[in-house]
């Protein structure tokens, strides 16, 4: 009798601390860390301020190539890949065209612009504005083939629906030749570059994975004891 006291006893002990243990989990996984905010450092962005920007170009045989926005001079800067490249220099607020120009046989399915990770967003000029964006410019061609769609795409986190991580561009018979078109740009802070917004995983998920783990591990609890 005390030997199955004794061991009802350690068995509740023991499911009290996996329910503590169980508990102090779930604590941890529905607390949502802070996270910064993007700070926009400027609305007037030069060539040279977009350094790490990933220009991505698709060719209509479905291959890829991406190449690594960087500085090339005063306010200015590029990315360059086999027989393309995209360049620009001056300031994107104050209207002055980007180049694109590409020879490479295989032609030009589609062009994407990632500023993120360049500490660039887009800014389509739509109202109302983010507050320190300024009044921006949406995408346009000025000179050359114009794509048959384009689209901003992958909000910033501050975004009031101006503010972008991507611009994309696509031709459906292929792109080939030099085409200029405008679009307004900003910068984040060293502390805090521009980010996208990003989709959390629901918390009443999480919650349900953690308490279908307690009862996994309440149930094989009771199953190694063979006085329970």
């Excluded at 040279?48 to 800067?77: H, K, P, S, Y």
């Excluded at 910068?187 to 999480?206: A, Y």
Aim: avoid cysteine; aromatic fraction near 8%.
């Amino acid at each position: 009798m005390f030997k199955k006291s004794f061991r009802a006893v350690l068995t509740n002990q023991s499911s009290r601390a996996i329910v503590s243990a169980g508990a102090i989990t779930l604590g941890v996984i529905l607390v949502n860390p802070v996270q910064a905010q993007t700070v926009l450092s400027s609305i007037n962005t030069g060539g040279d301020d977009m350094d790490g920007m990933r220009v991505l170009v698709e060719f209509l045989d479905g291959t890829f190539e991406e190449a690594i926005w960087g500085t090339t001079g005063v306010n200015a800067g590029g990315a360059f890949g086999t027989n393309w490249d995209l360049t620009f220099s001056g300031s994107t607020t104050f209207g002055i065209p980007w180049r694109f120009n590409a020879t490479n046989p295989l032609k030009i399915a589609s062009l994407t612009l990632n500023g993120a990770p360049g500490n660039t967003a887009f800014d389509d000029g739509s109202f109302p504005s983010t507050p320190g964006s300024a009044r921006g410019q949406s995408f346009s061609v000025t000179s050359g083939q114009a794509p048959d769609t384009w689209q901003y795409s992958n909000p910033i986190d501050i975004s009031a629906g101006d503010l972008w991580g991507t611009l994309s561009m696509n031709w459906l018979d292929g792109f080939m030749g030099t085409m200029r078109f405008v679009a307004d740009t900003d910068n984040g802070t060293i502390r805090n570059p521009v980010t996208t917004t990003d989709v959390p995983e629901p918390v009443s998920t999480i919650a349900l994975l953690g308490i279908a783990s307690l009862g996994i591990i309440s149930t094989r609890k009771r199953k190694q004891d063979p006085n329970a």
